[in-house]
T-cell receptor, first 112, second 110 residues
Framework: EDKVVQSPLSLVVHEGDTVTLNCSYEVTNFRSLLWYKQEKKAPTFLFMLTSSGIEKKSGRLSSILDKKELFSILNITATQTGDSAIYLCAVVRDSYGQNFVFGPGTRLSVLP | DSGVTQTPKHLITATGQRVTLRCSPRSGDLSVYWYQQSLDQGLQFLIHYYNGEERAKGNILERFSAQQFPDLHSELNLSSLELGDSALYFC?????????FGPGTRLLVL
């Protein structure tokens, strides 16, 4: 059965810390991996990763995919209280359309 | 504001009833996705439409159906509602890699 696992499930850090969130997957017909940030509302799309070893960056956030070992990491440097959210990882299966399998999310709390 | 709109914002109904949720994608986006988010099951992908055509199905129950119209708006129909259908329903639209989520419809089945 296809599955996406995220760790840790919950994380508390202080402002300025660097965090690494993990996402591993066992999915047939992998196409791509996506990261989202969800605060008290709708998810916000962060990154889409399709190729191994190519880092995607946006400000203090970066992510990389390892297709051989079947995992991805999301790094957040110099964390701020505004980074507090649930971070979701989803894998898109290769099909005629886009078929998603979501992980449970990592709840990040950044304390001042 | 993502540019994706969903109506209604909240919906309260009774078991056995049928409801329709509506989504308008961002201007120019051809893809619409529907998701269900509940406390015990997290975010679940339901279905993907592209330019009026169903492209992929996820964990969508047979009691649920969707369609995308020529003007690209989409509707998600939920019938024979059960208590367990209470959840937040999101739609998202996309062009290229980036997805944009609507604010969601919160459904409560009593």
């Amino acid at each position: 059965e296809d599955k996406v696992v995220q760790s840790p499930l919950s994380l508390v850090v202080h402002e300025g810390d660097t965090v690494t969130l993990n996402c591993s997957y066992e999915v047939t017909n992998f196409r791509s991996l996506l990261w989202y940030k969800q605060e008290k509302k709708a998810p916000t799309f962060l990154f889409m990763l399709t190729s191994s070893g190519i880092e995607k960056k946006s400000g203090r956030l970066s992510s990389i995919l390892d297709k051989k070992e079947l995992f991805s990491i999301l790094n957040i440097t110099a964390t701020q209280t505004g980074d507090s959210a649930i971070y979701l990882c989803a894998v898109v299966r290769d099909s005629y359309g886009q078929n998603f399998v979501f992980g449970p999310g990592t709840r990040l709390s950044v304390l001042p | 504001d993502s540019g994706v709109t969903q109506t209604p914002k909240h919906l309260i109904t009774a078991t056995g009833q049928r409801v329709t949720l509506r989504c308008s994608p961002r201007s120019g986006d051809l893809s619409v996705y529907w998701y269900q988010q509940s406390l015990d099951q997290g975010l679940q992908f339901l279905i993907h439409y592209y330019n009026g055509e169903e492209r992929a199905k996820g964990n969508i129950l047979e009691r649920f159906s969707a369609q995308q119209f020529p003007d690209l708006h989409s509707e998600l129909n939920l019938s024979s509602l059960e208590l367990g259908d209470s959840a937040l329903y999101f739609c998202a639209s996309s062009v290229m890699e980036t997805q944009y989520f609507g604010p969601g419809t919160r459904l409560l089945v009593l």
